[in-house]
């Protein structure tokens, strides 16, 4: 199993920006993916940032320039970064872990972010 905590969310202005943090803990060996989506109230989950172990990066076409993934390996965390932050960005995030041998699919309890003035 592997444990998915995430951290930083919170409630900020139009143009203003967020970290969020999600550690990972368990059996976390062989996570090849990483990564933050997002569920707006009566939408679907859709992905908003992926980073796999070797360092490939996908981001939605809505958060391109605005937001950046990264990940700390020797302290099993990944982040994303909002800048530029809109109202359309209010959502539960949560964070994504994907591994291989064994296969596994883990998410986070999610974190609310609220961009409003």
């Known amino acids: 199993q592997v444990q998915l905590v995430e951290f930083g969310g919170g409630l900020v202005q139009p143009g203003g920006s967020l970290r969020l943090s999600c550690a990972a803990s368990?059996?976390?060996?062989?996570?090849?993916?990483m990564g933050w989506y997002r569920q707006a109230p009566g939408k679907q989950r859709e992905l908003v940032a992926t980073?796999?172990?070797?360092?490939?990066?996908n981001y939605a076409d809505s958060v391109k320039g605005r937001f950046t993934i990264s990940r700390d390996n020797a302290k099993n965390t990944v982040y994303l970064q909002m800048n530029s932050l809109k109202s359309e960005d209010t959502a539960v995030y949560y964070c994504?872990?994907?591994?291989?041998?064994?296969?596994?699919?883990?998410w986070g309890q999610g974190t609310q972010v609220t961009v409003s003035s």
């Open positions: 368990g059996s976390i060996f062989n996570i090849y993916a």
């Open positions: 980073i796999t172990s070797n360092g490939n990066l």
């Open positions: 994504r872990a994907q591994r291989i041998l064994p296969a596994g699919d883990y």
